[in-house]
């Protein structure tokens, strides 16, 4: 059976997402984001599943920090619907204090200053329900998925919590092994551009003058050098396509640093 590592605990949203992009998998937990990515290097799974952005909060930024130094390729991508609860054993109106990963805090932020709640940052979401079960106080509830309250076997206190019911995660997934073309491929890449004016215009405008589709471009602090940036693009096309080779050619050429991250079947909202 396919072998899919993942960041948090059972009845995590990236579990819930693995499962639903392999349908028949053995889903393994890991506590941190690189220790999910080296268990896949070392091939103790064959997979690894990541969160890069979610449409309220943004961008995922150890993810994408995670991208830069990884030798996997990215292979798949999956935007899953989170539906957050709050979970625990009081009432509503005995709660003063959520637990949950820092992202869902952000994302039901409406939520908890109406209800004038203090939050406390957790590691993961499901990982939230645990803390919250062991600590067996009616004031303190967590923020988590439908699945976590089953898994654990939790009270929903109050359901569809988030800033805004269209609340979805990107999830990447990587893997030792590169895909074939599939004719509805997206690439993804990484560079950083020399300090001259104009050095990132002539870098975008070879997407305009090859007709390639430029997706998503997001920037992140370089970690070697203060006020430096890497710049995170995906585009509509297979990395092997000989415009697309030609393309990044020109790329390369005109940055300091580019790596490709993989080709990919695009994926739709469902």
């Not at 064959?46 to 390729?73: A, K, Q, W």
């Amino acid at each position: 059976m396919t072998s899919v590592s993942f960041q948090g605990e059972r009845g995590a949203y990236s579990e819930a997402a693995a499962k639903v992009f392999f349908k028949n998998i053995n889903t393994v937990p890991f506590p941190t984001f690189t220790e999910v990515l080296e268990s896949t290097v070392k091939g103790t799974t064959e997979y690894s599943i990541l969160p890069v952005e979610n449409s309220l909060e943004g961008s995922v930024g150890e993810s994408y920090d995670l991208l830069y130094s990884t030798d996997l390729n990215v292979v798949g991508e999956i935007y899953h619907r989170i539906e957050h609860c709050l979970i625990g054993i009081g009432r509503l109106e005995d709660v003063d204090t959520v637990y949950s990963h820092p992202q869902a805090l952000g994302q039901c932020r409406k939520f908890i200053e109406e209800k004038n709640m203090k939050t406390i940052p957790s590691y993961d979401t499901a990982g939230s329900v645990k803390i919250v079960k062991e600590l067996k106080k009616k004031n303190c509830a967590c923020i988590a998925s439908k699945i976590s309250s089953s898994i654990y076997d939790m009270p929903i206190i109050s359901e569809n919590i988030a800033n805004n019911t269209s609340n979805y995660t990107r999830f990447l997934i990587l893997s030792n092994k590169e895909l074939a073309q599939t004719g509805k491929d997206k690439t993804s890449i990484i560079f950083s551009i020399k300090h001259e004016p104009g050095s990132l215009f002539r870098i975008i405008e070879n997407f305009h003058k090859n007709n390639v589709n430029l997706t998503k471009i997001e920037s992140r602090p370089a970690k070697s050098n203060i006020w430096e940036y890497n710049f995170y693009v995906d585009f509509e096309g297979y990395v092997k396509d000989p415009k697309i080779i030609k393309m990044l050619e020109k790329i390369k050429q005109e940055s300091l640093f580019m790596k490709i991250l993989g080709s990919y079947p695009s994926a739709k909202l469902s």
